[in-house]
């Protein structure tokens, strides 16, 4: 299969986040962006697995209280590696801190940083974070498809404990939203910035199937890119151009562009898959804003490229997945729409590299329309094998780098050659 990635290649230079020197040598490992108010939650532990992107030797984790309307006090949290269900390896238990401190009060609308833990993380490993809510709560903070089993008990406190039999369990992340490692070498990060097809609808829960997994372990089968993290800041329903309506979920991609891409560890690389729902938008919604133009989308991107460029970080885009057969969401209007945004993402200088996601997930025969083996079913969005041959278009060989320095100082890459699609 050959390549589907177009890439206008420049100088890339390696770039800390705008954390600060602090971050200097951390990396983003695993994100999942708090995109709603999640329900009511009595005391109880909270018990969540993650896959890491990339090996690290220290690990940390940032909780948020974005949505909720109280200060929330969390605490103790423990993290381990994960042995199936509910379960911590045994002999992996590390309990996290909070500025030295087993709990930790988030204002309302903030986040917290734990303190670091040494812990040998390799890459591509499901680690488990267990958090004990000690009192009840009027409105969480989620991340609404998890595509992760979350377990819960009203049991106490059993953060520390091997294993639980779970009353509960949900989809949806609960207060975690990033997962940070220290690398073995200087890092650099590759978000993924989307919307429902970013995250994962139509693979199978538990499965680690989302076409962001997917690239981070074609990643990992090189040696020279294994450096390299994937994040994923996908929210199913999101928007480029307009924040929540129903049905659809989060802030903008454009208002949340600093928070979920520019300030991550180590990014180096976003990558903008956004769009699709801001044209079915004008299918379902009847407010003026909600109407929006391929003109509109268009000048959405070009903010964020602009954003990102002046930040030092590489902006790649990837073309619009077809959507014909879908019941609610398509019309000629809107194909027309789609067809234009792709023509705009393809031409030269709009974006530092293109995925041609279009080209290579398209019928053939119906090019409107997803191949029927890449079709989860709803027409809209690709099953795992479709993910994976989203992972598939994009030449790596173009993310390979000379040595990084070891002082983790800024280090250019030389130009390639353009891939063709």
Do not use: C
């Amino acid at each position: 299969m050959k390549h589907f990635l177009n890439a206008l290649l420049l100088s890339l230079t390696f770039s800390t986040s705008a954390h600060g020197a602090e971050n200097a040598h951390w990396s983003a490992a695993w994100t999942a962006v708090p995109d709603s108010p999640g329900p009511a939650l009595t005391a109880q532990t909270i018990r969540q697995v993650v896959r890491t992107s990339i090996a690290g030797s220290k690990v940390r984790i940032r909780l948020s209280n974005l949505y909720g309307t109280t200060p929330v006090t969390l605490g103790p949290v423990h993290l381990g590696a994960h042995a199936g269900g509910a379960q911590v390896q045994a002999g992996t238990d590390h309990p996290l801190t909070f500025a030295g401190k087993q709990t930790v009060t988030i204002a309302t609308g903030d986040s917290v940083l734990s303190d670091s833990v040494d812990m040998q993380v390799p890459a591509l490993r499901n680690l488990v974070v267990s958090i004990y809510l000690p009192q009840q709560i009027g409105v969480s903070t989620i991340h609404g498809a998890g595509m992760q089993t979350a377990f819960m008990t009203t049991a106490g406190d059993l953060t520390a404990a091997q294993s639980f039999s779970a009353e509960q369990t949900d989809d949806s992340r609960y207060f975690l939203t990033d997962v940070e490692v220290l690398p073995a070498l200087a890092s650099r990060t590759f978000v993924v910035l989307g919307d429902s097809i970013t995250d994962g609808i139509g693979s199978a829960n538990d499965s680690n199937a989302r076409w962001t997994d997917a690239l981070a372990t074609r990643l990992q089968g090189d040696p020279r890119l294994a450096s390299i993290a994937v994040v994923n800041a996908g929210i199913a329903g999101n928007r480029l151009l307009n924040d929540a309506a129903e049905p659809f979920v989060g802030p903008s991609a454009l208002s949340r562009f600093k928070r979920d891409v520019l300030d991550k560890p180590g990014v180096h690389w976003v990558l903008v898959h956004e769009g699709i729902n801001d044209i079915t938008a004008a299918q379902m919604l009847t407010a003026a804003k909600d109407q929006v133009s391929a003109a509109q989308i268009i000048g959405g991107m070009q903010t964020m490229t602009a954003r990102a460029r002046k930040n030092g970080v590489k902006v790649w885009g990837g073309t619009l997945l077809p959507f014909e057969g879908t019941q609610r969401f398509y019309s000629e209007a809107a194909e027309a729409k789609r067809q234009a945004v792709n023509a705009w993402i393809r031409s030269p200088g709009a974006f530092d590299a293109v995925v041609d996601f279009d080209l290579a997930l398209r019928d053939p025969v119906h090019p409107g329309r997803l191949q029927p083996d890449f079709d989860s079913g709803d027409h809209l969005h690709p099953n795992e094998a479709g993910y994976r041959m989203m992972a598939n278009a994009s030449d790596l060989r173009l993310l390979v780098a000379q040595p990084q320095p070891s002082d983790g100082g800024r280090k250019t890459i030389p130009a390639g050659s353009a891939a063709g699609r």
